[in-house]
C-alpha cells in the first residue's frame, strides 16, 4: 500500500476533529442543530487553514443516512454510511467540486448549473463546490447569480476563496460569509505533538515549535514540512535537524545579537555577524527571528504580568524574558523597527551579510544611551554660529568667512577679541575675480517682516490671471464669490461640486433661479448640479440653478489666482527692496535662487 501523506491521513472527518477554527465550527454546527440552512456559504482564508476540509464535513452533515440508514440532517456525521464514505473517498455523485483556477470561464460554470435541474441520485441534497472562486471570470459570475439566489430547495452552494476582496459584491451579498483564521503556532505545535506521537515518530518540542512557527499558519504547510523533516532526519525530528533542513538561524546567535546590542558590545555583534557569513546562514531569517524575539520582549515590557506565565520547558521563553528585564522598553521598540527596515535594504546591497553588519551597526549607532553621549560630547555652538530662526530665503555668496549680521536685532558692541575668535572679524571687499574662482556656498538669511497683504484683493480690468486672460470682476462676479466662499467654509460643497463652484460665473439672478458660466463641460454633470443647486438652496440662496458653456471672465477660482499672483508680488518686492539683500548683492555678488521666494 502506498504511504499517505500526513496532511490527508490526518485530514478532519468531523467537526469535532477541527482546530484553530472553533467559531465556524460552532455557528455551522448550531445551523445544522436548528435545521437553519443557508443555501450558500462562502469559505475565505489563506491556503491550508480547512477551507475544502469544512466544505466536506457540511456535505456529509447534510447528506449523513446514519449507521442504520434511517439518520437525517446532523452535526455529527457517523462516517460509516455509504454518503460519509463515498464523500471521503470523493465519488459521491451529489457532491461536485469545481477548481475554478483551471475552470474559470463561462461554459464550465453553465455545465455546472445544468445539473442543477435534476434531483439528487443518492443524497438528500446537491451540494456544489467552487474553489478559488475569486478567480471566475465576469461573464462566469453573471452566469450563476439568478441559480446561486434562488436555487432549488435541494441545492446547496459552497464557495472557498483565499482572496474573497476579488469576488464581487452581488456574490458576496448571496452568501454567508465565514472567515477562516490562520493558525497559532501554539495550536499548530499541540496538533503536530498529537499527530506525531499517534505516528509514533520521537520529536524534540524545539524541533516542533521551529516547524510550528515555519508554516506561517497553514496547518497543511505544518503538516507538510514535517513529512519533510521525518524524511531529512531518518524518521526523528531533531531541532538540529530541523533548523539545517529550514535554513533557520540558530537562536542562541539571535540572543547573543540582542544581548550584545543591549550592552553596547560592538566587537560581539561583529562577530556574531562574521559566525553566520561562515556558517552560510541567511541574513534575512536573523532579522525575521530577532524582529519575533523582540516582538515578544515588547509585549512581556508592556504586560509585565505574562512573565510569570512563561513556559518553563521553553527555554527561548525564558531567555526573551531575561533580555526583556535588561533592555529598556523604548530601545526595544527602536531596535525592533530597525530590524523590521533593515530587512528590506538586503537585496539592496553587493553583499547581504556586509548589509546585515550595517544595520547591527546602526542599532548601535541610534542606541539612545549613545545618541545621549555623542551628543553631550558636542561643542556649544556660539550665538554667532547659530543658524538664524526666521523665515529663510536662498542666496549665493562668495565667501564662506564672510560676516553674516542679523537684521531687525539691536546688536550690543562686543570687544575686538571676541569678534576675532567668533569668526566675526571684518574682511575688505573680494575682487570679482576671487569671487569666480571662490566655490559658493548657498546660506539663509533673514529677511524684514512685511505687513501681510489682504486675503482678499480686490481685481482690477487689468489684473492677469495664469491662463494669460484678463479678469473683469463684475457685481455679479462679488456676490457669487462671497457665496461661494461661504460654502467653502461650511463644508457644504466638496470634490467635483467645489470645483464647478470655483470654475463657474454667475451670469444672473432672476426671482430665485441663478444662471452659471462654465468653460469645462466635464464640469457640467447632472450629480453636481443637483448637489451644488441642494447646497445653495439650503443656505437659502437659490432654489433652481442652470448652467450653460461659455467664456468666464470672473469667478471665484480666477479670483483666488490673482489674489496668489499678488501676494507672491508683494513677497519678491520685499525680499528684492530689503538693504541687506540689495547689499549682500552688491558687495559679494550674492544672486537670488529663482523660485525660492514663497510668501508666508
Known amino acids: 500500500m502506498s504511504y499517505l501523506v ?9 467537526f469535532s476533529e477541527m482546530v484553530g477554527q472553533e467559531h465556524v465550527v460552532q455557528a455551522l454546527t448550531n445551523a445544522l442543530t436548528q435545521q437553519r440552512l443557508h443555501h450558500a456559504y462562502l469559505f ?95 461573464t462566469a459570475f453573471n452566469a450563476m447569480l439568478k441559480t446561486l439566489e434562488e436555487p432549488p430547495e435541494y ?14 459584491v452581488t456574490v458576496l451579498s448571496r452568501c454567508l460569509q465565514f472567515n477562516l483564521r490562520p493558525m497559532a503556532p501554539e495550536t499548530v505545535l499541540e496538533h503536530l505533538t498529537h499527530v506525531l506521537g499517534a505516528e509514533n515518530v520521537p520529536a524534540e518540542p524545539q524541533a516542533l515549535r521551529l516547524l510550528a512557527r515555519a508554516a506561517r499558519g497553514s496547518m497543511r504547510d505544518a503538516l507538510s514540512l514535517t513529512d ?20 533557520s538561524v540558530d537562536r542562541s546567535h539571535v540572543f547573543r545579537l540582542i544581548d550584545a546590542l543591549a550592552q553596547g558590545d560592538g566587537r560581539t555583534v561583529v562577530e556574531t555577524a562574521d559566525t553566520l557569513r561562515a556558517n552560510g546562514l541567511s541574513a534575512a531569517s536573523t ?18 504580568q505574562m512573565a510569570a506565565a ?32 533593515g530587512r528590506t535594504e538586503l537585496g539592496l546591497a553587493p553583499d547581504e551579510y556586509a548589509a546585515l553588519t550595517m544595520v547591527l551597526l546602526r542599532l548601535l549607532a541610534f542606541k539612545p544611551a549613545q545618541a545621549a553621549a555623542a551628543t553631550a560630547e558636542k561643542k556649544t555652538l556660539t550665538r554667532a554660529e547659530a543658524a538664524p530662526t526666521a523665515a529663510p530665503i536662498t542666496a549665493s555668496t562668495a565667501s564662506p568667512v564672510a560676516p553674516v549680521p542679523e537684521p531687525l536685532r539691536v546688536r550690543e558692541p562686543q570687544p575686538a577679541s571676541v569678534q576675532e575668535s567668533a569668526g566675526l572679524k571684518q574682511k575688505p571687499a573680494v575682487a570679482p575675480a576671487d569671487i569666480a574662482q571662490t566655490a559658493p556656498e548657498t546660506v539663509a538669511i533673514p529677511v524684514r517682516a512685511a505687513p501681510e ?31 461661494v466662499q461661504e460654502l467653502i467654509a461650511a463644508e457644504s460643497i466638496t470634490a467635483l461640486v467645489r470645483e464647478l463652484a470655483l470654475q463657474s460665473q454667475l451670469v444672473s439672478r432672476e426671482d430665485g433661479h441663478w444662471l452659471l458660466r462654465v468653460e469645462r463641460e466635464s464640469l ?77
Not at 513556559?311 to 525592533?336: I, N, V
Not at 489674489?563 to 525680499?575: C, K, P, T, Y
Request: charged share 20%; aromatic share 4%; hydrophobic share 40%.
Open 310 to 341: 512563561v513556559d518553563a520547558s521553553d527555554p527561548e521563553a525564558a531567555e526573551t524574558a531575561r533580555l526583556a528585564a535588561a533592555l529598556p522598553a523604548d530601545e526595544t521598540q527602536l531596535l525592533y523597527s530597525i530590524c523590521l527596515h
Open 44 to 138: 475565505t482564508g489563506t491556503r491550508g487553514v480547512g477551507k475544502t476540509t469544512v466544505s466536506r464535513i457540511l456535505a456529509k452533515s447534510l447528506n449523513c443516512q446514519g449507521p442504520d440508514g434511517q439518520g437525517g440532517i446532523t452535526a455529527t456525521p457517523c462516517g460509516v454510511c455509504p454518503a460519509c464514505q463515498d464523500i471521503d473517498s470523493g465519488r459521491f455523485p451529489d457532491y461536485t467540486e469545481l477548481d475554478a483556477a483551471s475552470n474559470r470561464g463561462v461554459d464550465e460554470v453553465q455545465g455546472l448549473l445544468e445539473q442543477a435541474v435534476y434531483k439528487p441520485v443518492q443524497g438528500r441534497f446537491k451540494v456544489f463546490m467552487i474553489d478559488e472562486v475569486h478567480m471566475l471570470t465576469n
Open 453 to 483: 497683504p489682504s486675503a482678499r484683493l480686490q481685481p482690477t480690468a487689468s489684473a492677469p490671471t495664469p491662463g494669460g486672460a484678463r479678469l473683469v470682476p463684475t457685481e455679479e462676479g462679488d456676490a457669487w464669490y462671497a457665496v
Open 524 to 600: 457640467n454633470q447632472p450629480q453636481a448640479r443637483e448637489r451644488l443647486r441642494s447646497a445653495l438652496e439650503a443656505a437659502g440662496h437659490a432654489r433652481q440653478i442652470s448652467v450653460e458653456l461659455g467664456v468666464v471672465i470672473d469667478s471665484p477660482a480666477r479670483r483666488n489666482a490673482q489674489a496668489a499672483n499678488e501676494r507672491q508680488r508683494v513677497a519678491e518686492d520685499i525680499v528684492h527692496n530689503d538693504p541687506y539683500v540689495q547689499q549682500l548683492v552688491r558687495d559679494f555678488g550674492a544672486k537670488i535662487v529663482p523660485g525660492s521666494i514663497k510668501p508666508a
Open 287 to 304: 532579522l525575521e527571528d530577532m524582529s519575533a524575539v523582540l516582538q515578544r520582549m515588547a509585549v512581556l515590557q508592556a504586560v509585565p
Open 228 to 247: 519533510q523533516a521525518i524524511a531529512f532526519g531518518s524518521g526523528q525530528l531533531q531541532e538540529s535537524s530541523v533548523r539545517l533542513m529550514l535554513g
Open 155 to 168: 441545492l446547496k452552494f459552497v464557495l472557498a476563496t483565499t482572496d474573497p476582496q476579488k469576488v464581487p
Open 6 to 14: 500526513l496532511a490527508r491521513k490526518y485530514r478532519p472527518k468531523t
